[in-house]
């Protein structure tokens, strides 16, 4: 039984019965940098921020954990030891959530480069680290737009601890996880709250398109890569004002 090339070929593919995408509601563009500390992601933030501040772009910076309406909060609650895994979530994500609608999305709206470091990953990493389950934090920042580049920055364990105990004179409590009663010792808890953060980060490399970067290597190397990326994956011109 002979079959009908035109009937075959009048037949619409499954990619073509697909509905197009929504129109980005802004046009801007997002750029994060995610990774545990030490891993160097801040300092190539502020070097490409640099760069296109000087290449005369429209740019914003926002960092985690800076809304000034939740910052006496949670100060008063780390002070006092009060936060627990879950509370201390809902309190990062409100902060999120107020510079989300009064910083983020309207300079996106408004047409510039928005350069984040740390974004909704970090509460996956963190949040998922202390216990908090992964659907509930996916669901609880489902508001936040999708970045246009995500940059991860993974430097060995070792090394990212390294760097972060030869420049602070003390690990703070949280910053350590002792809340999660990993160890006694502030050190040792902190290496092993950030081994568990980044198995997390590892765990989203597949699924959330990280774009990976050795923070191994030197400094320069990194930032070329960075300019690169951005430069091939956003259209810089359309954030030009000079």
């Known amino acids: 039984m002979a079959t009908s090339s035109t009937t075959l070929e009048s037949v619409a593919r499954p990619e073509e019965k697909r509905p197009k995408p929504p129109a980005r509601p802004y046009s801007g563009a997002l750029v994060v940098v995610e990774g545990i500390d030490g891993s160097g992601k801040s300092t190539q933030l502020h070097l490409l921020k640099r760069w296109l501040e000087v290449g005369g772009y429209r740019t914003y910076f926002t960092e985690w954990n800076s809304s000034p309406l939740v910052k006496a909060a949670t100060r008063r609650g780390k ?21 989300y609608e009064r910083q983020i999305l309207p300079l996106l709206r408004s047409g510039h480069l928005v350069l984040a470091d740390r974004y909704i990953y970090t509460a996956f990493a963190r949040d998922g680290a202390r216990g908090c389950p992964i659907e509930w934090l996916r669901n609880l920042y489902r508001f936040a737009v999708i970045p246009d580049v995500t940059f991860y920055f993974r430097a060995p364990l070792e090394i990212a601890i390294r760097r972060i105990l030869s420049g602070r004179p003390r690990i703070k409590y949280y910053e350590a996880g002792m809340d999660l009663g990993l160890s006694l ?6 290496a092993k709250f950030q081994g568990l953060t980044l198995a997390r980060y590892d765990q989203m490399l597949p699924t959330d398109n990280f774009v990976l970067m050795d923070g191994t290597l030197p400094v320069h190397q990194l930032q070329q890569k960075m300019r690169d990326v951005v430069a091939g994956q956003i259209e810089l011109k359309r954030y030009k004002t000079l």
Request: avoid cysteine; hydrophobic fraction near 45%; proline fraction near 7%.
């Open 185 to 190: 010792d502030p050190i040792e808890s902190f």
């Open 79 to 99: 002070k006092r030891r009060l936060l627990t895994p879950m509370t201390f979530s809902l309190i990062h994500a409100a902060d999120f959530a107020d510079r």
